[in-house]
């Protein structure tokens, strides 16, 4: 069993940069794969980056390459997701979430656990 609770969200302009931080409990963290997802108003849930387990392998939606990089520190069971040169269409509700997994998934369905989420919202 894992919680998550994701927290670093918040108003910024375009061009800036937040760093989310999703925070996780339960004694296996360090052996999920984790992904961060985000889901815009009136819009589905898609998934932007994933790293594995070790924290190794990352992957990345096309839509925010270069710009985001995931990373995670086992030891403090956190997982977090820098992102730079924001763009108003990165305004959304971003979740953590966790699979008992090897390999990164970008299927939501595929995550067994998630956060609450937190709210980015980046004015033009």
């Known amino acids: 069993q894992v919680q998550l609770v994701e927290s670093g969200g918040g108003l910024v302009q375009t061009g800036g940069s937040l760093r989310l931080s999703c925070a996780a409990s339960g004694r296996t963290f360090s052996s999920y794969t984790m992904g961060w997802f985000r889901q815009a108003p009136g819009k589905e849930r898609e998934f932007v980056a994933g790293?594995?387990?070790?924290?190794?392998?990352?992957y990345y939606a096309d839509s925010v390459k270069v710009r985001f990089t995931a990373s995670r520190d086992n030891d403090k069971n956190t997982v977090d997701l820098q992102i730079n040169s924001l763009k108003p269409e990165d305004t959304a509700v971003y979740y953590c979430?966790?699979?008992?997994?090897?390999?990164?998934?970008?299927?939501?369905?595929?995550?067994?656990?998630w956060g609450q989420g937190t709210q980015v919202t980046v004015s033009s």
């Open positions: 790293i594995s387990w070790s924290g190794g392998p990352t």
């Open positions: 979430a966790a699979r008992d997994e090897v390999n990164i998934a970008t299927n939501l369905d595929e995550y067994d656990y």
